[in-house]
Nanobody
Framework: QVLLVESGGGLVQAGGSLRLSCAAS????????MGWFRQAPGKEREFVAA????????SYAGSVKGRFTISRDNAKNTVYLQMNSLKPEDTAVYYC?????????????????WGQGTQVTVSS
C-alpha cells in the first residue's frame, strides 16, 4: 500500500516562503515520478510541479515557474516543494501524488496515489 504524507503547510504573508515535504512509503520510492497539485476553494485540482524518478527532469505550471522548485531525496523517500515569493492566489490545499512510472506528467489522471493534503494560506 502506497502512503504519502505531506507536511510543511501554514500561514505566510505575501512575498514569503514555505517548503512542503511529502514522505512516501509502501513501494520503491526511487522508481517513480512524483508530483504536486493544489486545489483552491471552488476550483478544480491543478498541476503545480513534477519530478522524474531520478530527479533529472522537472516540469512546472506556468503560474509557479521561477518561484517554486520541486526536488527529491531518494535516500529519504521524500519529495519537496520550495515555494518562494508566495502570492495570495497560491492559497490552496497542496497534494503530493505519485505515478506508476518514472517520467513526469501534468495530468491529474496519471496519478493514482495521493496524500491527504496540506493547507497553504498566503495573506495579502
Amino acid at each position: 500500500q502506497v502512503l504519502l504524507v505531506e507536511s510543511g503547510g501554514g500561514l505566510v504573508q505575501a512575498g514569503g516562503s514555505l517548503r512542503l515535504s511529502c514522505a512516501a512509503s509502501g513501494r520503491t520510492f526511487s522508481n517513480y515520478a512524483m508530483g504536486w497539485f493544489r486545489q483552491a476553494p471552488g476550483k478544480e485540482r491543478e498541476f503545480v510541479a513534477a519530478i522524474s524518478w531520478t530527479g533529472g527532469s522537472t516540469s512546472y505550471a506556468g503560474s509557479v515557474k521561477g518561484r517554486f522548485t520541486i526536488s527529491r531525496d531518494n535516500a529519504k523517500n521524500t519529495v519537496y516543494l520550495q515555494m518562494n515569493s508566495l502570492k495570495p492566489e497560491d492559497t490552496a490545499v497542496y497534494y503530493c501524488a505519485t505515478t506508476p512510472w518514472g517520467v513526469t506528467s501534468p495530468r491529474r489522471d496519471d496519478y493514482p496515489y495521493w496524500g491527504q493534503g496540506t493547507q497553504v494560506t498566503v495573506s495579502s
